[in-house]
């Protein structure tokens, strides 16, 4: 009989969603010298599992907004930036940061945070 210590190991089966994650570029208009964020296509189609860690709501100045903390896990990737963003079950979450999966180079958590109107950050 074997004692539970620990997470459980992760099994690839658990990866059986797919999302979207895009990258952030900032360019500059040229007439108005005003800086333009737009977003591209980083990898479509990505395995993942989902984990939603928490859900609340935060002030900022004078308005409520609702946020969700989750967990993506995807297949390893150095690239990964707070910069980018995940769009899964029509929501979009916000990479606030990356960590390896037991310091091994094979899968990487993503720590997201999603906010209901869609504000950058």
């Not at 690839?12 to 208009?29: G, H, N, P, Q």
């Not at 800086?35 to 308005?63: I, L, M, N």
Request: with cysteine.
């Amino acid at each position: 009989m074997s004692i539970y210590q620990g997470r459980p190991r992760f099994r690839i089966s658990d990866m059986r969603y797919r999302v979207l994650v895009e990258s952030m570029t900032e360019a500059f208009d040229e007439t108005s010298g005003q800086p333009t964020r737009t977003w591209g296509t980083f990898k479509s189609s990505e395995p993942a599992s989902y984990d939603e860690v928490r859900g609340g709501e935060t002030f900022r100045g004078s308005q409520v907004e609702a946020t969700i903390t989750a967990v993506f896990t995807v297949r390893y990737d150095e690239d990964y930036k707070p910069t980018m963003r995940l769009y899964h079950n029509s929501r979009y979450y916000h990479i606030v940061f990356a960590r390896r999966v037991r310091g091994y180079d094979r899968y990487i958590e993503l720590h997201c945070r999603n906010i209901d109107n869609g504000a950058i950050g």
